[in-house]
């Protein structure tokens, strides 16, 4: 995910400040990794400093100084092309999982066993985010980006199945290489 253009997306909604832009962040993406401030006010920084994002103005409102920023024209185009661009599938996957049931192969440890614990972490990983869509006021932003990690799980757990169904013939082709 890119943060630069996530920040210029909620700056489309008009001029911010740091604290606020990490606000609304942890709040429109909340199964996203929370930002931390220092990330917001460096990537702030770039932005301005690559004509994307401008200064709108300081002021304190009884509280601590604080920069409020908005998009520049500049911003708001790049902030369309990105958003309009298409992700390209991956064109090969990195998978830990497999590399882990390899590593165990070649070092004489057990990848069924492995595999095992990995599908009970994932159920239960699945578990909380079924309880956190499931919530009572769940917003639709929650309650999609549940089903998206509970979409990739799911992938995840047929994998397993599968490689754990096949780790003979696995474990057979790894040892002869």
Do not use: C
């Not at 008009?14 to 930002?35: C, N, T, V, W």
Request: charged share 25%; proline share 5%; glycine share 8%.
């Amino acid at each position: 995910m890119s943060t630069r253009h996530i920040l210029l997306g909620l700056l489309a909604t008009g001029p911010s400040h740091g604290y606020d832009l990490k606000r609304r962040h942890d709040e429109r993406f909340p199964q996203a990794r929370p930002l931390a401030y220092g990330q917001v006010y460096t990537t702030l920084q770039r932005l301005v400093r690559d004509g994307l994002a401008e200064v709108d103005g300081t002021g304190s409102d009884g509280g601590p100084e604080r920069t409020a920023y908005r998009t520049t024209d500049e911003g708001t185009h790049e902030l369309a092309r990105w958003a309009g661009e298409i992700a390209p599938p991956a064109p090969f996957v990195a998978n830990e999982i497999f590399a882990k049931v390899v590593v165990a192969i070649l070092s004489g440890g057990d990848p069924a066993r492995y595999l095992s614990a990995q599908r009970a972490a994932h159920m239960e990983r699945m578990r909380e985010l079924t309880a956190v869509k499931a919530a009572r006021g769940a917003d639709l932003a929650t309650v999609l980006s549940a089903d998206y990690a509970l979409n990739h799980l799911d992938a995840d757990l047929r994998w397993m199945n599968t490689t754990a169904a096949r780790l003979t013939t696995l474990t057979a082709e790894v040892d002869a290489a």
